[in-house]
């Protein structure tokens, strides 16, 4: 490109029209970035529930019963459970 391209270019960007389609091209490359990348059967969501609800509500796993704290606590250095995961229904 010579000189006379690129200040034609330049000046062009420099326009309202110009910065318009520069703000179009960015915000589709910052979506196209920032989109779900994970799809299909082997994608898992994790999301914590809401606290109110689980500070409230007493669950039932593998036949016993539980009350969750929802306070983060310091893990111990034995005899702790490992975190479970339900998958989301699609």
Do not use: H
């Amino acid at each position: 490109m010579d000189g006379s391209r690129i200040s034609r270019l330049n000046d062009f960007f420099k326009s309202n029209l110009g910065s318009y389609i520069a703000s179009i091209i960015i915000a589709v490359g910052i979506v196209s970035i920032l989109r779900k990348s994970c799809t299909g059967p082997n994608c898992s969501i994790v999301k914590a529930p809401d606290p109110d609800i689980v500070s409230d509500t007493v669950w039932k796993i593998n036949g016993r019963c539980f009350k969750f704290d929802p306070n983060p606590i310091d893990c111990p250095e034995k005899n702790i459970i490992e975190r479970f995961q339900n998958k989301l229904p699609r």
